[in-house]
């Protein structure tokens, strides 16, 4: 049995390859090694995947691709904490950009964007990736993400910049005030996820003149900051990954197209793909 996973900072989705039958998913919250240590993540593992668990001993191999598994450091800490319930199997940690590569681009060339909770981006080049300057994190970079636009309307509401029925609008949803905000960012952990849970809002108001500003605003930020620092990016593919280029697809689509961006696949959730790729490679090194 092959077991994968694709962990952002907000989620991380499992599925179990069994031969013969249809795989079976889990979910848990997201592993990110650069916000939880070792047996922070082992103890999500326990409490929230125990049907999981429970094929233990029959996962010959796992391969975890995650937001925050960027050096040989933060892979340790992850495969530590799973080797804890899964001592027999095999264990691969890496980025969640290379998963994001192998899901849309499987073996071409092509430029790999993630654009969730947090956002990144990298050029794969058929076998690696190249993540350049980027992946800043939500406090210096992750424009275009679910962060970046929860971090603008909260902003934007605090300093009374909304227009007034957009402000009513985001009061009685949301029923902030300043303490309530500095609390969850700054005081509580993952204020990333806290502020990301907010860009579900612009969904709601995207077709009002304040939404559709703050809409373009942010994806073209993305396009602008990350797509256009590769100087051949209009030879190459650019795929999205995550539920802000999801959700917001067509817009990103057209975007894309009015700054020569040659868009490929957008999927909300890599995993099944994921998934193919890795069951596919293995079975052609056998």
């Not at 090694?33 to 191999?61: C, G, R, S, T």
């Not at 256009?228 to 057209?254: M, Q």
Request: glycine content about 8%.
């Amino acid at each position: 049995m092959i077991l994968v996973a694709d962990s952002g900072s907000s989620k991380t989705d499992w599925l179990l390859h069994i031969p013969q039958q249809e795989p079976v998913s889990f979910k848990t919250s997201g592993l990110n090694p650069y916000f939880l240590n070792e047996k922070e993540i082992a103890k999500i593992i326990h409490d929230q995947a125990p049907a999981m668990l429970a094929y233990a001993e029959a996962v010959e191999e796992i391969y975890f691709f995650g937001a925050g598994c960027s050096s040989p450091d933060r892979h340790e800490i992850v495969s530590n904490a799973i080797s804890l319930y899964f001592p027999k199997a095999y264990i691969c940690v890496d980025s969640d950009l290379l998963g994001c590569a192998y899901a849309t681009c499987g073996q071409e060339k092509g430029i790999c964007c993630v654009m969730g909770t947090g956002s990144n981006i990298s050029f794969f080049d058929g076998d690696e990736i190249f993540e350049g300057q980027h992946g800043l994190g939500y406090v210096l970079g992750d424009e275009g993400s679910g962060t970046w636009f929860g971090k603008t309307l909260i902003t934007d509401f605090l300093y009374g910049r909304m227009p007034v029925d957009i402000n009513d609008r985001f009061e009685n949803t949301y029923h902030l005030n300043k303490d309530i905000v500095i609390k969850n960012v700054y005081q509580k952990p993952n204020g990333n996820t806290y502020l990301a849970s907010f860009s579900k809002f612009v969904s709601e108001i995207k077709s009002t003149p304040y939404g559709q500003e703050l809409l373009e605003r942010g994806l073209l930020e993305f396009i602008q900051t990350n797509i256009k620092s590769y100087p051949e990016y209009h030879k190459y593919k650019c795929h999205f990954v995550g539920s802000i280029a999801y959700f917001f697809g067509e817009e990103l689509t057209a975007l894309c197209h009015q700054h020569g961006v040659k868009t490929g696949k957008v999927i909300k959730q890599p995993i099944h793909d994921l998934m193919a790729f890795i069951v596919k490679r293995n079975e052609d090194l056998s």
